[in-house]
Structures are given as C-alpha cells and as structure tokens.
C-alpha cells in the first residue's frame, strides 16, 4: 500500500466546479453540487455515498451519459489524452451524442454497471457483444477480434472461453456475467475505467474474486479506475485514493490511509463508525441519526448540518463551507476545519 | 446465554420445489431449497443464518412461519412450557401461533402496501389476530410507533412519504404489534444505506433487551451478522455446514466453506489487503446436487471419500455447554485459519 509514492501527476481527467442539475415540473434536483475533482492517470480512486449522494451522477456526466433530464448547469470537465502532451479537450462542451464523444467512448473510456442482467443484451451472446465493442474501438477484422475477445474473456477468468464466447448472458451465473461485462468494458483498452457499484449484487465470495480481478486488470492494462460504492470495505480493497460524497456535495476526499486513519469529515466519521467490525464485538454501534435530505430540499448552510452532532450555530447554517486542504492532498469541506472558525475563538 | 431454554426448534426440515417439463408437465426434479437442516433458537437469543443467495435462508425462515409448508420435518414452537408442532396447525390455531412468530422482511418498499396509512398496517394485525377496537388499536399503534423511533402523529401519513430506514421501522413496528416472542428478520438491513443500518440494528438489539425476543436473523452479511447474533448457521445449497456461536465461528471454523466465507470480507481498514479463498467453479444447482458433501467441487482439502459420502453435522465441541457442530469429514484434521489469519 504504498500509493503515495505510486501516484503519477499527470492528471487524465479533472472536474471544475461541476453542477448537475434535474429539471422536473416539481421542482430542480441539484445531484452534483460545486465538485472538484482529480483523477490522475494510472490510479484507482473510489467515490463513496449513500443512494441518492449523487456517485453515479458524477460519473456519467464524466462520460457525458446523464439520464434525462439531467444537465450539466455550471462547471467544466476536462480530459487530457495520454501521451499528448498539454491536449485538452472540454468534455462538459461536447455534444454528447457527436461523434468526437462517442469515439472517445469507444476508445478512451468505459464503464461497468452493477448489474449485469440489464446492461448486457439478452438476445447476444456475450461474445458477439464484445467483438461488437471491439470492433467500433479498433480496427480488427472479425475474426481477429473474436479471437481478441477469447484472450479477454480468459484475463477475467472464464474457464473454457472459447465454447462460453457463443453463450448468451441468461446461461452465466452472476458473477461470470459480471465478468462477461468487464470483459466488454475492456474491449476498447480504455484509458479510464469507471466501475458504477459492480459487486453489490454478486456474493461475497464472488465479490472478493471479482475486486481482485478489478485490481489486477487495472495494473496490467495501466488504466485510470474510478470505483463508485457505498461500501467501505470495498473501497479499502481496491482505491488507492477515496472522495467522499454527501448529498451532491464532495465533503472529503485523500489518500485510502488518510480517510480510515484520520478522517476528518463528521460525515466520514459517521460512516466508519456505523460499520461493525469483524474482529472486536460487543461495540454498539454508532449510528448517524437522521435521515438523509430530501433531494428537493434546500439545506441553508452545510447539508450535512440536520445530522451532525458538531455544528455549529451561526456558522455551520450560514453558507457551504468551501474546500481546504488540511494536510497535504487530504481535502475536507467542513468549517471546523476553516481557519475561519479559529479566528473567531 | 447457554441456558437451554428453546422458543423454536426445528428438526430434519426439508422443503423440496417439484420441477416440471415437458408437454405433460410431467415432474423431472426437485429443487432442494432446505435440505434435512436441524436447530434451536433459544429465548431471547439471536441466531444468525448466513450463506450466499440461492441456499435456502429466507425459505428456512418462510417454512418457520408456516408461510411455505414444509415437505417433511417437524417445527416446534415453545409457548410457556407448552410445546406447539407448527407443522400440524391449521385454521385457528396457526393463527394463534402468528401471534407469537412474525416476520421482517428485507425490501421495505414492497412489504408494506402504498395504499394503506402507517396506522391500518401496523394495526393490521391487531384488528385480524387480536379483537381490540378502533380506539384501542390506535393508542397501541401510537405506543409502537414512539418505540420504533417514528412520531406518533405520523400515524396518518402513507408509506411513500417515509424514507427507506423509516419504512423499516413501521415494518418492525408491525412485527411488533402482537408481542411476539420470535421474530424472522429476512436480511432487514441488507436494502438500507450504511448510516441506517446501524439505526436500525441498534433499534433491533434494543427491542430484543426490552421485550426478550428471539430473532432468526437471515443475511448475508458477515460483519452484521456477527455483530447482532449469539450463534451463527452457515448454509450451504440448502444444508447447515457448520452451526456455534459467535465468537468460535470467527476464531475457530471447522468448515471450510466457512474459512473462504471469512477470509471474503473486505474490511473497511486501509492497510488491509483482502487475500480472498478463492472458490473455484459456482455455487451447485439445487437440482442437481454433486454426490457426497456438496461443497467437495470447490474444496481445498477434498478428498475420496467427500465424493463419496456424505459428512453429518456433529458436535465437535469442547464442552457440554458450548457446542460446535460442523458437517466436515476432516473438521478434526484440517487446520483452518481464522478471522485473524486473513
């Protein structure tokens, strides 16, 4: 665990002041609230929430694959291509049904979903699927990449590749057609990998194959992951880098070490405590009271403020707090950690 | 909590789905979703069942509740020093027995009906099993409420407009309502968000002190499993492989389907690197179970004679009091490691 040292500074794809929105006649969701985010090439980051903070959100807005209504209202995402040095496309001003989007999303990105029964066709074999990706991503012929996909489809670990290629996904168990879709994800040797929650409809037992796989393949292909969870403990076993999201905002994001040695966010606090430990018994457990907002609430001051046990009464109802970085690369969005506050004692 | 004093037994249970096919819907198979599984569940005590999807937890805790009947076994229900065969129960007296045994279940947005106010499903039961009148009724359900954490003035409103983790808690509520003694918890955490777990696992752990409840706790879920239960059934395609408490399950396994099962769970620590078992092939078909112990196929220490026949769950444990049982050829010989080897 050394992912200090491992992490590059060439950053593949930022996130600047980001804000989607959901217009329905009810009222405006705000999903993704003012969110500055890093992902470095090479590294495997992790986005932790609860449903609803707005994880997926932030990760299809990055492929430019929000659901409708949904829309980028402010901020701008960028992607530097690898190995061209000082390129920079604005993805949030691409069309994102235009051509230059969906070559990048044949090429350079890709995703894998939670489940895989409704993100993959039922009515094509697994192969035909991936030599389809394939195909759009780089020029092979068919033959050529059928045999590419055997390769791949042996890499995620299906035993007898070259008779389950012409299976359909109704004959795969859970965890072999998650695999059938890393495979598919993978098809396009991407740059940047987001995995959106792939393990929390499979079992344990397959969840520990499956993020071990996750991790091997992002060393061996030297790909970006982005990995999209409401659970710490996989988090723990596959980020090197953890943001944590509350209610649309980025309350908190550092390095794996930093988020569960020294958490400095009430809500990160909150979350680590709620999860009983394997090892010790007999902790009650520490539960964060209350509920989460409603999304078409409006929160004055810190959203996380109804919850949490520290506020403070004048300052934490006031505004957001803004972002600072209270160590090095460990950043937080609380005011107890503002110089602000220490002024005012 | 060794005390041996049982509000549920259950012995040999076998619940067995006939499959049928061809033009004659002729029957082909059988699926054996419980298969010969035996165990107690004494008063006030937690027992948690855990296994992967597929192997017969929440139709265990369904054939409990007399909701599926069961295809051969006898289920025993403890009421006072009486001693009630659940499997014979008909008419009246099962719903006698619904007084006592209720059942939690895991989606709280599909068990509670949107069309009903929080007051007529929490009272429910009482106006069905117990002859209380409106205003009697209304004043209880208000009670229940304030005890589940939920504002009694909140009695009128419908489901929609609680959140999930709230939803749970009128599902207790109603669970509640009749003073049970036993309750089937089928995964009621696994559909909530990681901050209203634990509300809602301390609510169940403060309920069990207040009113002695016994709770089957079904799930999947190691760590929560852990922390709630006194004994632990690991369930294996539709078997028990390894039943003991707690604490010896975690240090001490004999099975080791439960050795893979513990060195699985990722923790939520940062320098701890998951070193999973890893299980090769899948979880068999229900329908076509390989012969011997069924988990020979995935085994690490397999040997002839696990093809061939088939382990018993025994008692491998030290003393009188504190049994371990386990369904292993070589639970003695083998030397599994433990939750603190992972």
Redesign the interface.
Known sequence: ?TAAVKKTDTKLIELSNLHVNFKYRQGTVRAVKEANLDIFSGESLGLVG??GSGKSVTAQSILGIIPTPGEIAEGEIYYFPEGEDGKRITLSDLKSKGKEFRHLRARKFSIIFQEPMSALSPIHTIGNQIIEAMMLARSVNKKEARNEAVKLLRKVGIPKAEERIDEYTFNL????RQRAMIAMALAGEPEFLIADEPTTAI???I???I??LLENLQKDFGMSLMMIT????????VAERVAVMYNGYIVEKAF??N???NPLHPYTK??????????K?DR??????G??PHPYARIKGCDFRPRCEKSIEGICDQSFPSEIECEKDHFVRCYLYNELEDDKK | MNVDNPVLEIRNLKKYFPRYSGIFRRKTGEVKAVDDISFKINSGETLGLVGESGCGKTTTGRTIMRDLDPTAGEIYFHDNGKVIDVVKLEGEKLREYWKKARMIFQDPYSSLNPRMTVLNIVGEPLKCLKSMSEKEIKNKVRNLLETVGLDARHAERYPFSFSGGQRQRIGIARALALDPELIVCDEPVSALDVSLQAQVINLLEELQEEFKLAYLFIAHDLGIVKHISDRIAVMYVGKLVEVTDAETLFNFPLHPYTEALLSSVPRPEADYELNAISLEGEVPDPLDRPPGCCFHPRCRYSQEICINQEPELKNYGQNEKNPHFAACHFAQEINLRNIDDF
Request: a negative charge.
């Open positions: 665990m609860e449903s168990s859970g965890g072999m079992d344990v037992t969840q520990a194959q993020l071990e409401h659970d710490l403990g996989v988090i723990a076993a794996l070490e988020i569960f040695n909150g979350l680590i405590n709620s999860i009983p430990d394997i090892k018994t009650k457990l520490v539960s964060i009271e509920v989460v």
